[in-house]
């Protein structure tokens, strides 16, 4: 099997992992990480085994995939000449800062036919991927996403930065239209919106209560999803999944009794997303099938993130500036 060449586009604190990623697996030949900072790249390349460049455009013809880990600003311009050059791309979330920018990047690949999936981590979690079977037309869930101060992601709201991969869940969970969105927050320590809830309420009644939060005191990511005789909770931090369902023998027609109800813990192995993301990345792209995330995902979480991101800013809670 020919390995796939590739190579990563921003190296720093999360890029550099995307790099290692790429290195380790058999697959794949990196053949370069790019950033302008000169330094950083030569020091990333040292430990990784490849060239170091500062230009993206001097990897134009000499690879078939590359990672984008750049500020999302930078999304749009860095991508859409390697999708006009057939190269695949795997974009960090959110995918672009508009849905004008994402809708041009998915007509992009699908004109030139590469394969563009974007990078919302969570979808490989062990705990989302656990329950994935067992999710059953939820009726209510409840999302909290909290984690202390960190200036890294300050650039962005909360809602770009953290609560879109919950939305991103949820909408592939429920996987039915939007028909209205609720949302309060705001900015706590930056000038952005630090602390935010939406409530999602989709065509079929289905309601998620999602919560996110950079200004807390520790950190955590659970979810809750509630459908007919099933409970199910994961802690995507700590990668464990517990379950109370309805057992099968129960008289549907009785009340139902703590005899009835089941209970099951589930301790998962951590495992490793990212390296999930990126094979999976590089087996659509040799199978030729549809990413996991796909362009059109990243463009549907991006549009209800935009969506409550303008809430927050046209109803600020009292005394809010």
Request: net charge negative.
């Amino acid at each position: 099997m020919t390995a796939l060449r590739t190579a990563v586009i921003g190296v720093g604190y999360l890029g550099r992992f995307h790099a290692q990623k790429y290195a380790a697996l058999p697959d794949a030949e990196l053949v370069a990480v790019v950033d302008r900072d000169a330094e950083r790249a030569r020091a990333v390349a040292a430990e990784v085994g490849c060239r170091a460049l500062t230009d993206p455009d001097d990897l134009r013809d000499q690879v078939d995939a590359v990672s984008i880990v750049v500020p999302t600003r930078q999304h749009y311009a860095i991508a859409a000449p390697f999708l006009e050059a057939g190269t695949h791309v795997l974009i960090e979330k959110p995918v672009t800062v508009s849905v004008a920018e994402a809708d041009a990047l998915v007509a992009l690949a699908a004109r030139h036919g590469a394969l563009l999936q974007v990078g919302h981590l969570e979808r490989f979690n062990p705990a989302v991927l656990e329950v994935a079977d067992l999710v059953r037309e939820p009726m209510f869930i409840e999302s909290h996403r909290i984690a202390p101060f960190n200036p890294r992601g300050a650039d962005v709201s909360v809602v770009l930065d953290l609560m879109i991969h919950d939305i991103d869940l949820i909408l592939e969970l429920v996987d039915r239209p939007l028909a209205r969105i609720d949302a309060n927050g705001a900015p706590v320590i930056s000038r952005d919106i630090d602390i935010a809830n939406a409530r999602l309420q989709f065509d079929n009644g289905c309601v998620a209560n999602v919560t996110a939060s950079r200004v807390s005191l520790k950190a955590e990511r659970r979810m809750r999803i509630f459908q007919r005789n099933a409970y199910l909770a994961l802690d995507m931090q700590a990668r464990s999944v517990e379950i109370r369902r309805r057992r099968d023998e129960a008289d549907a027609d009785a009340a139902p009794t703590m005899a009835d109800i089941e209970h099951e813990q589930r301790t998962l192995e951590p495992g490793d997303a990212l390296q999930a993301e990126i094979a999976a990345f590089l087996d659509s792209i040799r199978r030729g099938t549809r990413p996991v995330v796909s362009g059109e995902d990243g463009r549907r979480a991006l549009e209800a993130a935009i969506e409550i991101s303008r809430q927050l800013r046209e109803n600020p809670l009292p005394g809010q500036p």
